[in-house]
């Protein structure tokens, strides 16, 4: 037992069930005993995340962590991260995220040493050296383009070397791709009335029972009419009504009550998170095809749809694969694609950047800062969202939905600063409560201590102050007679021990007969 004790304490273990049990609850998870068959796959993931997180492990490995959980969860895990002994390896497109937790950059397999800012920062000095030399590549090539025009004999070695050279600079240049690429769509016009929602107000049964009559309100009363060229992105912890609430805008799911009033030239696309193909055994092209052969761009060009697939990475053989092979996220991008080729003024995209490369959600954000219809976005990437949303809606657990103007990042930190505040008010309540409870408790025993003062002793009281006083001469009589014995010279050390031993034990009781004679004694006499 003694060794069993060690080890529990040696490896901190005596808290473990308490940290596993606190975890889960800040991934949302309060029900212990519920069985993983009944939980959803995001919470399925939660659980799979918390599980690494306990873990007695020195390397954590973490393949898109952020998927699945709210910017409040967001928030603890990259607290989380930051402050473990653990070393972390991990693949996210979460930038904020890469930012605040990572101080290593892989690309491929080269190392930026840094954060995301001083990767981008690396990155474009990187850029600004390759263009230098493109430019000096070019003026060389003016030089020598010159000097072949000539037609000079390339039978001598130096001739020859120089006429490879010139070469390997014209495949260079040739070769080199623009990464950088822009999406804009020609826009689609709006109507004066676009989409407005009247008392809009939506329930649940509590505890997900059927049979249950308690409900839980997601959507309160909640009232909007959207303008021209906004851009909303609507903020809330999991389980606050995100999902429900761009359904009801979208016609997917009907309100308790309210009503919802679309423009005639309102044309709503909806990006949901699991999207569905009706028929795999198409080609990618095939499936874009559907939507539209061309489509024309904001400068008057037009793209095939063979050309703007490429544009989302779809090179090569891969537009002729049939979607049943391509990849969960080459599934979503694909989709994306089709959504926007559709050419929709209002669009409603609910977490469209998981599965993303960074690439393709450049891509995005690109395409979404330019567009001039209205967007409706919820996402847990706090870049994403500062990049193309400069209004919020906030919905609250009990299904109040309020409004903030300015990024995400602004409103997660004025939350923070708010959180703060509100603990210390809490802290200061707590501590107030505490001073004005011992002062109400010193109050009641000063006013007892005046009572007493102005009372009669009782009959019972009278006999146990008149034996208190026997028992006090007693007592200390038997204390003088233990000192004497004590430094008499006692020889016998077991004597000398029960003496000492009886003289302390002797000591706190003559002290509580003392006190309670005090409190008698102040006591009138019966």
Same mark, same amino acid.
């Given at each position: 037992?003694?060794? /069993?004790?060690?080890?529990?304490?040696?490896?901190?273990?005596?808290?473990?069930?308490?940290?596993?049990?606190?975890?889960?609850?800040?991934?949302?998870?309060?029900?212990?005993?519920? &069985?993983?068959?009944?939980?959803? $796959?995001?919470?399925?993931?939660?659980?799979?995340?918390?599980? +690494?997180?306990?873990?007695?492990?020195?390397?954590?490995?973490?393949?898109?962590?952020?998927?699945?959980?709210?910017?409040?969860?967001? $928030?603890?895990?990259?607290?989380?991260?930051? @402050?473990?002994?653990?070393?972390?390896?991990?693949?996210?497109?979460?930038?904020?995220?890469?930012?605040?937790?990572?101080?290593?950059?892989?690309?491929?397999?080269?190392?930026?040493?840094? @954060?995301?800012?001083?990767?981008?920062?690396?990155?474009?000095?990187?850029?600004?050296?390759?263009?230098?030399?493109?430019?000096?590549? #070019?003026?060389?090539?003016?030089?020598?383009?010159?000097?072949?025009?000539?037609?000079?004999?390339?039978?001598?070695?130096?001739?020859?070397?120089?006429?490879? @050279?010139?070469?390997?600079?014209?495949?260079? #240049?040739?070769?080199?791709? #623009?990464?950088?690429?822009?999406?804009?769509?020609?826009?689609?016009?709006?109507?004066?009335?676009?989409? #407005?929602?009247?008392?809009?107000?939506?329930?649940?049964?509590?505890?997900?029972?059927?049979?249950?009559?308690? +409900?839980?309100?997601?959507?309160?009363?909640?009232?909007?009419?959207?303008?021209?060229?906004?851009?909303?992105?609507?903020?809330?912890?999991?389980?606050?009504?995100?999902?429900?609430?761009?359904?009801? !805008?979208?016609?997917?799911?009907?309100?308790?009550?309210?009503?919802?009033?679309?423009?005639?030239?309102?044309?709503?696309?909806?990006?949901?998170?699991?999207?569905?193909?009706?028929?795999?055994?198409?080609?990618?092209?095939?499936?874009?095809?559907?939507?539209?052969?061309?489509?024309?761009?904001?400068?008057?060009?037009?793209?095939?749809?063979?050309?703007?697939?490429?544009?989302?990475?779809?090179?090569?053989?891969? &537009?002729?694969?049939?979607?049943?092979?391509?990849?969960?996220?080459?599934?979503?991008?694909?989709?994306?694609?089709?959504?926007?080729?559709?050419?929709?003024?209002?669009?409603?995209?609910?977490?469209?950047?998981?599965?993303?490369?960074?690439?393709?959600?450049? !891509?995005?954000?690109?395409?979404?800062?330019?567009?001039?219809?209205?967007?409706?976005?919820?996402?847990?990437?706090?870049?994403?969202?500062?990049?193309?949303?400069?209004?919020?809606?906030?919905?609250?657990?009990?299904?109040?939905?309020?409004?903030?103007?300015?990024?995400?990042?602004?409103?997660?930190?004025?939350?923070?600063?708010?959180?703060?505040?509100?603990?210390?008010?809490?802290?200061?309540?707590?501590?107030?409560?505490?001073?004005?409870? &011992?002062? @109400?408790?010193?109050?009641?025993?000063?006013?007892?201590?005046?009572?007493?003062?102005?009372?009669?002793?009782?009959?019972?009281?009278?006999?146990?102050?008149?034996?208190?006083?026997?028992? !006090?001469?007693?007592?200390?009589?038997?204390?003088?007679?233990?000192?004497?014995?004590?430094?008499?010279?006692?020889?016998?050390?077991?004597?000398?021990?029960?003496?000492?031993?009886?003289?302390?034990? /002797?000591?706190?009781?003559?002290?509580?007969?003392?006190?309670?004679?005090?409190?008698?004694?102040?006591?009138?006499?019966?």
């Amino acid at each position: 037992l003694d060794l /069993l004790t060690q080890e529990m304490t040696d490896k901190d273990l005596w808290n473990y069930e308490n940290d596993v049990r606190s975890i889960l609850h800040i991934l949302g998870i309060a029900d212990m005993s519920g &069985q993983m068959k009944s939980l959803s $796959g995001g919470m399925l993931k939660k659980v799979a995340l918390a599980q +690494v997180l306990v873990e007695d492990s020195q390397l954590l490995l973490l393949d898109e962590p952020t998927n699945h959980l709210d910017i409040t969860t967001i $928030g603890w895990l990259e607290e989380y991260l930051r @402050n473990t002994d653990k070393s972390v390896l991990m693949v996210t497109h979460d930038r904020y995220f890469l930012d605040t937790v990572c101080n290593n950059i892989y690309e491929r397999i080269k190392l930026y040493q840094g @954060n995301y800012s001083t990767y981008l920062e690396k990155k474009e000095i990187e850029a600004e050296i390759e263009a230098n030399t493109d430019r000096r590549i #070019e003026s060389v090539l003016r030089t020598e383009r010159d000097w072949l025009m000539r037609g000079p004999c390339a039978r001598g070695t130096k001739a020859r070397a120089r006429v490879d @050279n010139i070469h390997r600079m014209i495949n260079r #240049e040739k070769f080199q791709k #623009e990464k950088g690429f822009s999406f804009e769509v020609a826009g689609r016009r709006l109507g004066g009335k676009i989409l #407005e929602l009247e008392h809009i107000s939506k329930n649940y049964p509590k505890g997900n029972s059927v049979s249950t009559k308690e +409900v839980t309100p997601v959507l309160d009363n909640f009232s909007y009419v959207f303008n021209k060229g906004e851009k909303i992105g609507i903020f809330g912890d999991n389980g606050t009504g995100k999902s429900t609430l761009l359904n009801i !805008i979208t016609g997917n799911l009907s309100p308790d009550s309210g009503t919802i009033v679309k423009g005639e030239n309102t044309v709503i696309a909806y990006y949901n998170q699991n999207p569905t193909f009706e028929n795999t055994n198409l080609t990618v092209l095939e499936y874009i095809k559907e939507a539209a052969e061309v489509i024309l761009m904001n400068n008057g060009k037009t793209l095939s749809a063979s050309q703007l697939l490429e544009q989302f990475g779809f090179e090569g053989k891969i &537009q002729y694969s049939t979607v049943s092979t391509l990849s969960g996220g080459e599934r979503k991008r694909l989709y994306l694609v089709r959504l926007l080729m559709n050419n929709p003024n209002f669009l409603v995209l609910d977490e469209p950047t998981n599965d993303f490369d960074i690439f393709t959600m450049s !891509i995005l954000e690109s395409f979404l800062e330019g567009y001039k219809g209205c967007l409706l976005v919820v996402s847990h990437d706090r870049y994403f969202m500062d990049k193309v949303a400069d209004t919020l809606f906030i919905l609250e657990n009990d299904g109040s939905v309020s409004g903030y103007v300015g990024k995400c990042s602004q409103y997660i930190e004025e939350r923070k600063e708010q959180q703060i505040e509100e603990k210390r008010a809490e802290d200061k309540k707590k501590a107030d409560r505490e001073a004005e409870k &011992q002062k @109400n408790a010193s109050g009641a025993r000063a006013q007892e201590k005046e009572q007493d003062l102005e009372r009669k002793r009782t009959f019972k009281e009278q006999k146990e102050f008149e034996k208190i006083e026997e028992e !006090i001469f007693e007592m200390e009589s038997r204390k003088e007679e233990l000192e004497s014995l004590l430094a008499g010279g006692e020889k016998d050390r077991t004597k000398l021990a029960n003496h000492g031993k009886e003289y302390n034990e /002797l000591q706190p009781l003559l002290e509580n007969k003392y006190s309670r004679w005090e409190e008698l004694g102040l006591l009138k006499d019966f």
